[in-house]
């Protein structure tokens, strides 16, 4: 963040085809998702008060932008760890998403949440709510179930991260 600690670098990892980008395009306004465009800058109000994010959707490898992870790793304020709830595997990458951004930036308190998205699936889960929960409980971050395609708690999600920048930065 800024020195006025109103400008913050939010960054979306996890395995490809979570739904980083559909949620980056919902909290871009946009009606699709847009495919080479990976930066997205907006000015936000929570609780009143307004916040700049810039929303990185640069972590995937394969969408072939010009950032490296190592970059990515170093450039949030703030970060979003993402899996879907009906693939397994991608639960277990974010897991290891949160050890390696913990490794990259060892001495500092980061705000994080571990978001369970494509909770509409109902019936293609096959990560439970608890099973997140108790994830996000051994890593310390936070923890919330989305649905792009629902647009379900994108919203509290985007306005959770401010609150936690906001957090640590009142606390500092
Ligand atoms: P990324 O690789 O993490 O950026 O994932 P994408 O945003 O490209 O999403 C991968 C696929 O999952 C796309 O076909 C999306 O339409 C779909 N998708 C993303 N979020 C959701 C969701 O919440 N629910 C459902 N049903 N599909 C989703
Ligand atoms: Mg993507």
């Given at each position: 963040?800024?020195s006025?600690?109103?400008l913050?670098?939010?960054?979306?990892?996890?395995g490809h085809?979570a739904?980083?980008?559909?949620?980056?395009?919902?909290?871009?306004?946009a009606?699709d998702?847009?495919?080479?465009d990976f930066?997205?800058?907006?000015?936000?109000?929570?609780?009143?008060e307004?916040a700049?994010?810039?929303?990185?959707d640069?972590?995937?490898?394969q969408d072939?932008?010009?950032?490296?992870?190592?970059q990515?790793?170093?450039a949030?304020?703030a970060?979003l760890?993402?899996y879907s709830?009906?693939?397994r595997?991608?639960?277990?990458?974010?897991?290891?998403l949160?050890?390696?951004l913990?490794r990259?930036?060892?001495?500092?308190?980061l705000?994080?949440i571990?978001?369970?998205?494509?909770?509409?699936?109902?019936?293609?889960?096959?990560?439970?709510?608890?099973e997140?929960?108790a994830?996000?409980?051994?890593?310390?971050?936070?923890?919330?179930?989305?649905?792009?395609?629902?647009?379900?708690n994108?919203?509290?999600?985007f306005d959770?991260?401010?609150?936690?920048?906001?957090?640590?930065?009142?606390?500092?």
């Amino acid at each position: 963040g800024d020195s006025a600690g109103n400008l913050y670098n939010v960054v979306l990892m996890g395995g490809h085809g979570a739904g980083k980008s559909a949620l980056a395009s919902i909290f871009a306004g946009a009606p699709d998702t847009m495919d080479g465009d990976f930066e997205h800058c907006r000015t936000v109000t929570v609780d009143g008060e307004s916040a700049i994010i810039t929303l990185l959707d640069t972590w995937d490898p394969q969408d072939g932008g010009s950032w490296t992870q190592e970059q990515c790793l170093q450039a949030g304020d703030a970060y979003l760890i993402v899996y879907s709830i009906t693939e397994r595997e991608s639960f277990e990458r974010a897991s290891e998403l949160r050890i390696q951004l913990r490794r990259a930036r060892q001495s500092e308190d980061l705000p994080i949440i571990l978001v369970g998205n494509k909770c509409d699936l109902v019936r293609c889960r096959e990560v439970s709510v608890n099973e997140g929960r108790a994830c996000a409980v051994v890593f310390d971050c936070k923890f919330i179930e989305t649905s792009a395609a629902m647009q379900h708690n994108v919203r509290e999600m985007f306005d959770g991260i401010v609150r936690q920048l906001r957090l640590r930065r009142d606390t500092k």
